[in-house]
């Protein structure tokens, strides 16, 4: 593994199935972060971890959980999805500094049915 | 309300030179990040600006004036490559990064 990596990559789900979106970074940074990004919008942040332990809730939270059991591996959990759930997912690690730049990982498209 | 703004779509010839502005209202202020994002794919960091002035790295810089709440990146010497859509994001007081739309840029030979 280098840097960030999210799977899987693309995923077409029923409405009302759980899905987990999994993403790994091997850089030892502390602060996490799911965003989503749609079509004419900005990237939009679900949930952080500022380190291993603690989540909070970002601008569009609703119908997602996150845990973070340590520091490289931050899973981001739909418990039922819905068609309003369609997007490409992002997660993002920061170094130490608040002020640091984000490393993204590839992306996931998921397509809700 | 805290809000980013920058151009939807800009066109420009290869060879030439762009420029691409964001302006910000945020809730304070603790720094300014470029990205650039290629369709289908994941952003990258470009530049980040915290003082006033111009950051140069190669043919892409970025200017950063507080007092205006304004950015803008510059582009030179474009290539087909740097056909992406680029992202203007700021960090808050609260150490939040708020980010705009992002300006599609197209290249024409």
């Known amino acids: 593994i280098a840097g960030i990596t999210q799977a899987p990559t693309s995923q077409i789900l029923a409405a009302g199935r759980r899905m987990t979106l999994r993403c790994t970074q091997d850089?030892?940074?502390?602060?996490m972060y799911w965003y989503r990004q749609d079509l004419g919008l900005g990237l939009r942040l679900i949930h952080y971890s500022n380190t291993a332990g603690t989540t909070g809730k970002g601008e569009v939270p609703d119908g997602y959980s996150v845990s973070r059991a340590n520091t490289d591996d931050f899973p981001l959990t739909l418990a039922s999805a819905v068609p309003s759930q369609t997007s490409v997912y992002f997660c993002?690690?920061?170094?130490?500094?608040?002020?640091?730049?984000?490393?993204f990982g590839e992306g996931s498209r998921l397509t809700v049915l | 309300g805290q809000n980013i703004d920058q151009p939807t779509e800009m066109t420009a010839t290869e060879g030439a030179i762009v420029q691409i502005n964001c302006t910000y209202q945020t809730s304070g202020f603790n720094g300014l990040f470029w990205y650039q994002q290629h369709a289908g794919e994941a952003p990258t960091f470009l530049s980040y600006?915290?003082l006033d002035g111009l950051e140069e790295k190669g043919r892409f810089s970025s200017f950063l004036s507080r007092s205006k709440g304004y950015s803008y990146l510059l582009l030179k010497e474009l290539q087909m490559k740097d056909s992406a859509s680029y992202l203007c994001a700021v960090t808050n007081s609260n150490y939040q990064l708020i980010w705009g739309a992002g300006t599609k840029l197209i290249i024409k030979p």
């Open positions: 993002a690690s920061r170094g130490v500094e608040d002020t640091g730049e984000l490393f």
């Open positions: 600006n915290v």
């Open positions: 850089m030892r940074h502390n602060a």
